[in-house]
């Protein structure tokens, strides 16, 4: 099973937006390019974010932009914009009822994933955009130095 890279991905588009902003254009063709992706997925994927109030976006113009402040953008914010609250774990519900395993691991499995799941989401909504886009800037910056230092 192929896991979906659309959470990720609108980050990636989001994080691109903002530290590219008035220094390229930001066509679905260059944010494709930074994510190697098609521009098609780039423009759904900006469709789903204008619809959650993330960003605005004009037809047939190189010019999104955030429609709010990073820090005021969580994780979760992008999270359900995307995923729509799907679940993060999935059980399988083929299992054997006669046996004890397949008789109550679907059971056993959704209390843990549960709990999981919830502390998984409160962290996203505690990581806000603007710490992904300080994280990116410093893991550059280290890139940067040590290309400086073996040259």
Same mark, same amino acid.
């Given at each position: 099973?192929?896991?979906?890279?659309? /959470?990720?991905?609108?980050?990636?588009? #989001?994080?691109?937006?903002?530290?590219?902003?008035?220094?390229?254009? #930001? @066509?679905?063709? &260059?944010?494709?390019?930074?994510?190697?992706?098609?521009?098609? *997925? *780039?423009?759904?994927?900006?469709?789903?974010?204008? &619809?959650?109030?993330l960003?605005? @976006? *004009?037809?047939? +113009?190189?010019d999104?932009?955030? #429609?709010?402040?990073?820090?005021?953008? +969580?994780?979760?914010?992008? /999270?359900?914009? !995307?995923?729509?609250?799907?679940?993060l /774990?999935?059980?399988?519900?083929?299992?054997?009822?006669?046996?004890?395993?397949?008789? &109550?691991i679907?059971? !056993?499995?959704?209390? /843990?994933? =549960?709990?999981?799941?919830?502390?998984?989401?409160?962290?996203?909504?505690?990581?806000t955009? +603007?710490?992904?886009?300080?994280?990116?800037?410093?893991?550059?910056?280290?890139?940067?130095?040590?290309?400086?230092? !073996? =040259?």
């Amino acid at each position: 099973m192929r896991v979906s890279t659309r /959470f990720s991905d609108s980050i990636h588009i #989001l994080a691109f937006i903002e530290i590219y902003k008035g220094k390229i254009p #930001l @066509t679905s063709e &260059n944010i494709a390019s930074s994510i190697k992706t098609s521009p098609v *997925v *780039v423009r759904r994927l900006m469709g789903k974010l204008r &619809n959650a109030g993330l960003i605005s @976006t *004009v037809h047939g +113009s190189a010019d999104p932009k955030l #429609l709010r402040e990073p820090s005021d953008i +969580s994780m979760y914010d992008v /999270f359900l914009a !995307t995923e729509e609250d799907q679940h993060l /774990f999935t059980i399988d519900e083929k299992t054997n009822p006669q046996c004890i395993v397949g008789g &109550n691991i679907q059971q !056993t499995l959704s209390e /843990f994933y =549960k709990r999981a799941e919830t502390a998984a989401k409160a962290e996203l909504a505690r990581t806000t955009l +603007s710490d992904v886009l300080d994280t990116i800037l410093v893991h550059q910056a280290e890139k940067e130095a040590q290309a400086h230092q !073996t =040259k």
